[in-house]
């Protein structure tokens, strides 16, 4: 009979058994944001806005680890009002700390040592310092060819190394494919930043996650029009992990502090 008086009463039931004191608020509104596209002059203060919601969806904890990556993404804003919005929003949470270019650093070593034929050679033949890590030093290496025809050639030397399995394997499913996504991803990003559609269509379609929301992002840098994709981001991916809402802020961080593309 109590049972059943507390199921009948439940407000009062509920009351009793709550713990004192309101609980503790979200620090991502869920639900908050305007509905729709985000297509207009306020394109970029939609699009984080949606960014935002969709933290809002995953657990608190998970959502305070995100609050970096937000600050890392807004501190390039050029608009000093939305700037200011999103500090006063952040409040003192930092941006991440750069991590040390290690990449870049070997890339500038080995050319030093062997000279830009040299490491070109020793790229293709997978040879120290490029036997781990070959598409991240390569990728370095693109801004530090001598001419414009090399950086050329050494993009080609990427896409050839990403197509092509290593002796003893067969196919485009090999023990090699790990590094294969991550040729097509660094080249993929870079040709987001060459603004280079077509290169970066054939390229996305070497990574591991075409679909992914980061390189639909990416390709509106040349396209235009990356507010369509906000109700997608509001929506989140479903699960609770973090991964998505990042990839939405490293996808959308070109756009954001570059602008598009022009023409």
Excluded at 101 to 122: H, K, M, P
Excluded at 199 to 209: E, H, K
């Amino acid at each position: 009979m109590a049972l059943f008086s507390c199921l009948v009463a439940v407000g009062a039931c509920a009351a009793t058994a709550a713990p004192s004191g309101p609980p503790p608020a979200p620090m991502f509104a869920p639900g908050a944001g305007a509905p729709g596209d985000c297509t207009g002059p306020a394109e970029a203060s939609c699009m984080l806005d949606a960014a935002w919601q969709a933290a809002g969806l995953l657990p608190q904890d998970k959502q305070a680890r995100l609050k970096p990556a937000f600050a890392e993404t807004t501190r390039g804003i050029r608009d000093g009002a939305l700037a200011s919005r999103w500090q006063m929003r952040l409040g003192t949470a930092p941006p991440p700390q750069p991590a040390p270019d290690f990449a870049r650093r070997q890339a500038e070593a080995a050319i030093a040592e062997y000279g830009w034929q040299g490491f070109l050679a020793r790229a293709h033949r997978g040879e120290a310092p490029l036997n781990m890590g070959r598409p991240e030093i390569l990728a370095a290496a693109v801004e530090l060819a001598p001419d414009p025809d090399q950086r050329v050639y050494l993009i080609d030397i990427m896409f050839s190394l990403a197509g092509a399995p290593k002796p003893g394997t067969s196919g485009f499913i090999s023990q090699d494919s790990f590094e294969r996504a991550s040729l097509g991803h660094v080249l993929t990003e870079q040709m987001m930043k060459d603004c280079n559609l077509v290169a970066f269509d054939r390229a996305r379609g070497l990574t591991a996650a075409p679909e992914s929301i980061r390189y639909e992002l990416w390709r509106t840098r040349m396209t235009g029009g990356a507010g369509k994709l906000a109700p997608r981001i509001r929506q989140g991916d479903g699960s609770d992990d973090t991964t998505f809402v990042r990839h939405v802020l490293e996808g959308y961080g070109p756009v954001l502090r570059q602008g598009y593309c022009p023409g």
